[in-house]
């Protein structure tokens, strides 16, 4: 499997910075692999890119009753 091919795979999402400045939630959502050529090189600049972190899950069963 090609760094792209699991990239995608992964299905992660990223906001262009200038348009989510712009849009903001509003933007238009992107795939990082959108922003890879077939060697896996990047074709924006690293700092361009805004990433939507996905929804969190709890794994176990245990419910934290109290912090201390």
């Known amino acids: 499997m090609t760094l792209k ?3 995608e ?4 999402e990223w906001y262009l910075l200038e348009e989510f400045l712009d849009k903001k939630h509003c933007a238009q959502k992107h795939e990082l692999a959108e922003f ?3 060697e896996g090189m ?3 600049e ?3 890119l805004i ?3 996905s929804d969190s899950q709890i794994e176990t069963p245990n419910v934290i ?4």
Not at 65 to 68: D, F, G, K, P, Q
Request: proline share 4%.
């Open 5 to 7: 091919k699991y990239i």
């Open 9 to 12: 795979a992964r299905k992660s």
């Open 36 to 38: 890879m050529d077939d």
């Open 42 to 44: 990047m074709n924006v």
């Open 46 to 48: 690293p700092g361009s």
């Open 51 to 53: 990433n939507i972190e």
């Open 65 to 68: 009753r109290s912090w201390y």
